[in-house]
């Protein structure tokens, strides 16, 4: 298959992205408009000396970051959540089952609390949702480097 020549950037053409501009009109509007990329008007704005004004878009991405970090946030606190009780279930009541025998019977019985295996597994998945919740919001610092914790404790000791 061919490859088109594009349509040529002529005088007209500048005249509409320089008329356009003065409307106040974005480079993707005008882009729009005008059936061209926004490479190309950008390249004809710079060649005629126009210039956008990026303030919406700047106060657009310091909106989406501020957005994102406070869903960040709120994850890291639902991480945090799942540890505290997963590390609960430790300590609590369970019920313990499995099949076996010829037969393949099932069995179950409650205990105090969970096996040493399951423990395990517990705590392995609540230091992995810990870890996760520490990357996402990491803990504040201060000039010395300590966490707001290590400082708190540094203090209470008399240090």
Not at 99 to 115: L, M, S
Request: proline share 5%; charged share 35%; net charge negative.
């Amino acid at each position: 298959m061919a490859r088109q020549s594009p349509r040529p950037v002529t005088e007209e053409t500048d005249e509409e992205v320089r008329q356009l501009h003065a409307e106040g009109l974005s480079r993707n509007e005008i882009a729009r408009r005008l059936q061209r990329s926004g490479r190309t008007i950008s390249v004809i704005a710079a060649r005629l000396g126009l210039s956008f004004d990026r303030t919406a878009t700047e106060e657009a991405t310091r909106a989406r970051q501020a957005d994102l970090a406070e869903r960040r946030a709120i994850l890291a606190e639902a991480l945090q959540d799942d540890a505290e009780r997963l590390t609960e279930q430790m300590w609590e009541p369970a019920k313990i089952w499995n099949f076996g025998g010829k037969d393949n019977d099932y069995n179950e019985r409650d205990v105090p609390e969970p096996p040493a295996d399951a423990k395990r597994a517990l705590m392995s998945t609540a230091a992995q949702a810990i870890d996760r919740s520490l990357k996402l919001v990491p803990p504040e610092t201060d000039q010395q480097g300590l966490a707001a914790v290590d400082t708190w404790l540094r203090g209470m000791m008399g240090d």
